[in-house]
């Protein structure tokens, strides 16, 4: 076996390593890792008006894609909205989130945006 043959094999193992490592959700010492805090906005609307949320903190346990369906369902009620699309970006900062907001918000022309104050919950209170 040649030097670059064995190169080669010891690379693949170490990348096997690593890739299991990363499966078995551990840090890569046993340890379990740790949920992040998340910081999100929602937006959700048509081509008339787009309905933005503020900054949402977010527990760990949340799950976007779960928050945008409930704003979907919030805009939908509350407004009496027909809407084509919604979402919930998320950052690993509020100061990300803010920025991003900020992108999403420039992305829309000349539909209307609406700032709302919507809690990240089904009912939409606060």
Same mark, same amino acid.
């Given at each position: 076996?040649?030097?670059?043959?064995?190169?080669?094999?010891?690379?693949?193992?170490?990348?096997?390593?690593c890739t299991a490592q990363s499966w078995a959700g551990?840090?890569?010492?046993?340890?379990?890792?740790?949920?992040?805090?998340?910081?999100?906005?929602?937006?959700?609307?048509?081509?008339?008006?787009?309905?933005?949320?503020?900054?949402?903190?977010?527990?760990?346990?949340?799950?976007?894609?779960?928050?945008?369906?409930?704003?979907?369902?919030? #805009?939908?009620?509350?407004?009496?909205?027909?809407?084509?699309?919604?979402?919930?970006?998320?950052?690993?900062?509020?100061?990300?989130?803010?920025?991003?907001?900020?992108?999403?918000?420039?992305?829309?022309?000349?539909?209307?945006?609406?700032? #709302?104050?919507?809690?990240?919950d089904s009912a939409g209170a606060h």
């Amino acid at each position: 076996m040649t030097l670059l043959n064995k190169l080669s094999i010891a690379i693949l193992s170490l990348m096997l390593l690593c890739t299991a490592q990363s499966w078995a959700g551990t840090t890569g010492n046993g340890t379990a890792q740790q949920a992040k805090t998340q910081y999100a906005f929602c937006y959700g609307g048509n081509v008339k008006v787009v309905y933005f949320s503020q900054a949402l903190t977010l527990a760990p346990t949340v799950s976007a894609p779960n928050l945008g369906v409930a704003y979907g369902r919030y #805009i939908e009620t509350t407004y009496g909205l027909g809407i084509d699309r919604q979402r919930c970006v998320t950052s690993d900062s509020s100061a990300g989130a803010a920025a991003e907001k900020q992108r999403y918000k420039g992305m829309f022309g000349t539909t209307r945006i609406v700032e #709302i104050e919507w809690a990240g919950d089904s009912a939409g209170a606060h």
